[in-house]
């Protein structure tokens, strides 16, 4: 029907008698039309004016621009795609100048910014065993700040994620890729990670098919490996001084564990863990005696750094069981004790940590600190745990029927001993206990006795006192 232009609520002498706007059912190329406004910094301006073009049903392409009568502006192009049963994803390229003030001004500045957008998702029936998939927001610190209409530019995080993922057919292997990125925009800071790598093997048992119980039938050992690139610096210097910013490592675990019994009722668990870290530079720490100062030297090389720990454990079930007439009684008693060992790593024949002297004393420090997988600790461990847990239930014959009690679900007492430490070898001592009170309410209590809080004198005249 006729339409009237109107500008601004007031009407105008201008009418068209009809208009006509086809309808497609398909996906057309076609302008974008803008929106319009003014900015008290940047001046009037016209937004996502633009052109979209459909290229075919898999994928298209928006190319939109900002355009402001102070001289900024920005270009934009968004492609989202999709592959049934493949992949689906978008790509969202920005380039940006925001001009603030007025040439020759105090507050007069120029800032040229970009912001990179692509999120990448594989269809799960494209391929069992491999996964790809992409969450990448990379932008210079004042692209949000200068080119955002909404709370985008109260973001100060940016965060990427490139993953790949594979599993091997009929193999235990399972092989991880990433690739990840964190930016803060407040202090500029930058963390990239190129490449991130973990390949593990699934618990294996070597001497399963042996046909006589031998404590090595269970013995199963299993096999990861990390590797790390990291690089953190601000974002201005991100990629000049590599050598120096990058911290690279290599991490090995092995974990062997078997279980056997002795005795038919005695249950023991020994495992030992190894671990092994290669690194590619070592710090070397001097003291300057004039200047009164530490110095510290890094030099560049191949380390390979280890340790581990030994573990065992042995548990057993005591069962006690009263009959009455009507009532029966069985208690569970489960003691376990466990004993861990752990050289102390900071001995000079590892290789680990040195000894610096100066006009304060001796420092104790490591080549390998502020390393991407740590260092083992400059301690050692000689420690022996102990745990009793009870279980108490009761069964009520009534009628003819039995009805189980729980009385005590549980009631622990657990403390260890460190033959490692100088003193205070003892720890304290854990009791804790619950159940379940007429099967209507949870109960539980617990407490904690510390054997070191009263010394001889204390304890004499606490015993006066009673």
Known sequence: GPANLVIDEIPTPFFIPFGIFPIHNKSASGIILPTYGESTTLGYNLRELGYHFHINDKINLSLTGDLYTRGSWRISALSNYKKRYKFN????????????????????????DFKISW????????????????????????????????????????????????????????LSVNLRHSQNTLNNQVDLTLPELSFTVNRLFPFKKTIKKTWYKNLGISYSLNSKNRITAPDSLLFKNISQNINTGVKHTIPISTSFNVFKYLNISPSIKYNERWY?????????????????????????????????????????IV??????????????????????????????????????????????????????????????????????????NKNGEEKKIKLIENLSVSGSYNNALDSLKLSNIYISLRTNLLNKINFKASTTIDPYVLNDEQIKDFMALL
């Open 89 to 112: 994803g978008n790509l969202n390229i920005n380039f940006a100048k925001t001009k603030i003030g007025e040439l020759g001004r105090d507050d007069y500045s120029v800032a040229k």
């Open 119 to 174: 999120r990448h998702k594989q269809d799960p029936k494209a391929h069992p065993n491999n996964q790809f998939s992409a969450s990448v927001n990379l932008a210079t610190s004042s692209y949000l700040r200068n080119n955002s209409y909404n709370t985008d530019y109260l973001k100060n995080t940016l965060s990427s994620n490139i993953s790949f993922q594979k599993k091997f057919n009929d193999k235990p292997y399972n």
């Open 280 to 320: 590619f530079r070592k710090k070397i720490k001097t003291w300057d005696e004039e200047l009164q100062t530490i110095n510290s030297d890094t030099i560049n090389g191949f380390w390979a750094i280890r340790d581990f720990i030994f573990s065992t454990q042995i548990s057993t079930k005591i069962y006690g």
């Open 323 to 396: 009959s009455t007439k009507r009532k029966k009684f069985r208690h569970v008693f489960t003691p376990s004790i466990s004993y861990s060992y752990k050289p102390d790593f900071s001995k000079e024949k590892f290789g680990i940590y040195t000894e610096l002297e100066t006009n304060n004393g001796i420092e104790k420090y490591s080549y390998f600190e502020g390393s991407i997988y740590g260092i083992p600790t400059a301690s050692k461990q000689s420690l022996l745990n102990l745990s009793f847990s009870n279980n108490l239930e009761m069964k009520v």
